[in-house]
C-alpha cells in the first residue's frame, strides 16, 4: 500500500498569515497516460463532510477560494493556504488515488494562532 | 445538483450488521464509481473501499475484507455498503463519496454506534 505521511500534525496560524501543510507518499503517485499525480486535498470541518479542494496535486475545484494551492510532484506535496482566514479552521487531508487501496495521510489540524 | 444523501445514524450491539444506503441524484449513477470512507472518534480518513456502478466490481480495503460489502441498485441510484460483525470500534461517521479524479461530492454521513 501506498503511504501517505503529513507534516505537521498541527499548526496555529494568525489570520492574514500563510499555512504550509507537506504530503509525502512513500512512492509515486502518477495515473494514466499522461502521468498525471493523482494527488487530492480535502478540507474537513466539524459536523460537516469532507470537501474536496485540490485534485491531480494542482487543479483548484471550482468554488475554492484561490489563498488555496496546490503544489509538488512525485512524492512529495504542498497544500498553501495564503492568507488564513478564520473559516479555515479544519482538517486537511491528502489522497492518492493512483493505486487502490487508496490512501489519506493522517491529517493536519490547522487552527488559529 | 450532484447530491448524495445518506441513511440516517443507527445504534448496533457487537456482533451485528449494519446497511447504509447513498442514493445519488443530479447525475446518472453509472457514470461514475462510489467509495466509502469512515472517520472514527478521534481518527482520521479512513478509505474502505469502491464499487464500479455499472458492472457491480468491488475492491475492498484489506482491513475490511470479509466483513463488507458494497452493492447498488441501479433502477433506484442507489449504493449500499453492509458491515457485519460489528466491533466497538467500527463505531464510526461512514460516508459515500463519488469519484471523478478525486472524491466529490460526498453524502452528509451516516453515524453508526456499537455499543453493548
Known amino acids: 500500500d501506498i503511504v501517505m505521511t503529513q507534516s505537521p500534525d498541527s499548526l496555529a496560524v494568525s489570520l492574514g498569515e500563510t499555512a504550509t501543510i507537506n504530503c509525502k507518499s512513500s512512492?509515486?503517485?502518477?495515473?494514466?497516460?499522461?502521468?498525471?499525480?493523482?494527488l487530492g486535498w480535502y478540507q474537513h470541518k466539524s459536523g460537516q463532510p469532507p470537501k474536496l479542494l485540490i485534485n491531480w496535486a494542482s487543479t483548484r475545484q471550482s468554488g475554492v477560494p484561490d489563498r488555496f494551492s496546490g503544489s509538488g510532484s512525485g512524492t512529495d506535496f504542498i497544500l498553501t493556504i495564503s492568507s488564513l482566514q478564520a473559516e479555515d479552521v479544519a482538517v486537511y487531508y491528502c489522497?492518492?488515488?493512483?493505486?487502490?487501496?487508496?490512501?489519506f495521510g493522517q491529517g493536519t489540524k490547522v487552527e488559529l494562532k | 445538483q450532484v447530491q448524495l444523501l445518506q441513511s440516517g445514524a443507527e445504534v448496533k450491539q457487537p456482533g451485528a450488521s449494519v446497511k447504509i444506503s447513498c442514493e445519488a441524484s443530479?447525475?446518472?449513477?453509472?457514470?461514475?464509481?462510489m467509495h466509502w470512507v469512515r472517520r472514527a472518534p478521534g481518527q482520521g480518513l479512513e478509505w474502505m473501499g469502491w464499487?464500479?456502478?455499472?458492472?457491480?466490481?468491488?475492491f475492498y480495503s484489506q482491513n475490511f475484507q470479509g466483513r463488507v460489502t458494497f452493492s447498488r441498485d441501479k433502477s433506484a441510484s442507489t449504493v449500499y455498503m453492509d458491515l457485519s460483525s460489528l466491533r466497538v470500534e467500527d463505531t464510526a461517521v461512514y460516508y459515500c463519496?463519488?469519484?471523478?479524479?478525486?472524491?466529490?461530492?460526498w453524502g452528509q454521513g451516516t453515524q453508526v454506534i456499537v455499543s453493548s
Open positions: 443530479g447525475y446518472t449513477l453509472t457514470t461514475y464509481a
Open positions: 512512492q509515486r503517485v502518477v495515473y494514466g497516460p499522461k502521468n498525471r499525480d493523482a
Open positions: 463519496a463519488r469519484f471523478n479524479g478525486g472524491l466529490a461530492p
Open positions: 489522497q492518492q488515488y493512483s493505486l487502490s487501496p487508496q490512501t
Open positions: 464499487i464500479n456502478t455499472d458492472n457491480g466490481n468491488t
